[in-house]
Nanobody
Framework: QVQLVESGGGLVQAGGSLRLSCAAS????????MGWFRQAPGKEREFVAA????????HYRDSVKGRFTISRDNAKNTVYLQMNSLKPEDTAIYYC????????????????WGQGTQVTVSS
């Protein structure tokens, strides 16, 4: 069982930055692939970024490449999402998730989810 708690969301102007954190419980954090997803009002949850257990392999949706960076610190049981050059279309609730698969890009492959943190980007 893994429990995930996100933090770091908030209101920021376009062009600004935020860093999201996701703290995980449990001693097996380093064995899970981790992902960030987001869901805007009236839209389906979509993949944002994923990282494998070691941190050596990452994946991003095209619209955030070059702006967002996913990373993890297995000693701290934490995964991060650094978001730079934020745009109003990045506004959503951001969720972190854990998967027993090496890396996964679809919500259905993830076994555990956090409660989400709101990110709002004003124009």
């Amino acid at each position: 069982q893994v429990q995930l708690v996100e933090s770091g969301g908030g209101l920021v102007q376009a062009g600004g930055s935020l860093r999201l954190s996701c703290a995980a419980s449990g001693r097996t954090f380093s064995s899970y692939g981790m992902g960030w997803f987001r869901q805007a009002p009236g839209k389906e949850r979509e993949f944002v970024a994923a990282i494998n257990w070691s941190g050596r392999s990452t994946h991003y949706r095209d619209s955030v490449k070059g702006r967002f960076t996913i990373s993890r610190d297995n000693a701290k049981n934490t995964v991060y999402l650094q978001m730079n050059s934020l745009k109003p279309e990045d506004t959503a609730i951001y969720y972190c998730a854990a998967t027993k698969v090496v890396t996964a890009l679809v919500p259905g492959a993830y076994d555990y989810w956090g409660q989400g943190t709101q990110v709002t980007v004003s124009s």
